[in-house]
C-alpha cells in the first residue's frame, strides 16, 4: 500500500513538472540567434540639403519638365534676373530660389524649348533637370 501511495505521487510529481513545461520557452542561450542578432543594420540616409532639397521639392510637383537658372558670370540672382524670368517664362508655376540665391529652379508642365529659350539662354546658364 506505500509503495502503491510512492508511486501514485512520484508519477503525479513527474507528470506536473512535464506538463509544466509544457508551451513554455526555451531558454536562451548565447547559441540560440535571436531576431536583433540575424537582422543587420541598415544605414540612415542623410537628410537632403540645400539645392538636393529644393530640386526634391520641385520633383515632387510631378512637374514634366523642371529647369535650373543660373548666372553666367555665377553672381546672386537679382530683382532684374527675376523679371526676366518671369517675363520670358510665364508657363512656369514652380519657382524655387536655391544655393544662396544663384541659382533658380523652375517647374512647368510646358516644354520651355518651344517657348522663350533661346532667349533665356542668352542670359542665363540652363540645366534640365526634367525626367526623360
Same mark, same amino acid.
Given at each position: 500500500?506505500?509503495?502503491?501511495?510512492?508511486?501514485?505521487?512520484?508519477l503525479?510529481?513527474?507528470?506536473?513538472?512535464?506538463?509544466?513545461r509544457?508551451?513554455?520557452?526555451?531558454?536562451?542561450?548565447?547559441?540560440t540567434?535571436?531576431?536583433?542578432?540575424?537582422?543587420?543594420?541598415?544605414?540612415?540616409?542623410?537628410?537632403?540639403?540645400?539645392?538636393?532639397?529644393?530640386?526634391?521639392?520641385?520633383?515632387?510637383?510631378?512637374?514634366?519638365?523642371?529647369?535650373?537658372?543660373?548666372?553666367?558670370?555665377?553672381?546672386?540672382?537679382?530683382?532684374?534676373?527675376?523679371?526676366?524670368?518671369?517675363?520670358?517664362?510665364?508657363?512656369?508655376?514652380?519657382?524655387?530660389?536655391?544655393d544662396?540665391? *544663384?541659382?533658380?529652379?523652375?517647374?512647368?508642365?510646358?516644354?520651355?524649348?518651344?517657348?522663350?529659350?533661346?532667349?533665356? *539662354? *542668352?542670359r542665363?546658364?540652363?540645366?534640365?533637370?526634367?525626367?526623360?
Amino acid at each position: 500500500m506505500f509503495n502503491k501511495r510512492l508511486s501514485v505521487l512520484l508519477l503525479s510529481g513527474v507528470l506536473s513538472v512535464a506538463l509544466g513545461r509544457c508551451g513554455s520557452a526555451p531558454p536562451n542561450t548565447s547559441s540560440t540567434p535571436t531576431p536583433e542578432s540575424t537582422t543587420a543594420a541598415t544605414p540612415q540616409s542623410s537628410p537632403l540639403v540645400g539645392f538636393d532639397k529644393d530640386l526634391a521639392y520641385v520633383r515632387n510637383g510631378g512637374y514634366s519638365y523642371i529647369f535650373v537658372f543660373s548666372r553666367k558670370d555665377k553672381k546672386p540672382l537679382d530683382k532684374d534676373d527675376s523679371a526676366f524670368l518671369r517675363t520670358n517664362a510665364p508657363q512656369v508655376v514652380d519657382w524655387v530660389v536655391t544655393d544662396g540665391g *544663384k541659382k533658380v529652379i523652375a517647374g512647368t508642365n510646358f516644354n520651355l524649348e518651344e517657348g522663350n529659350m533661346g532667349e533665356l *539662354k *542668352k542670359r542665363f546658364v540652363v540645366e534640365d533637370y526634367s525626367n526623360k
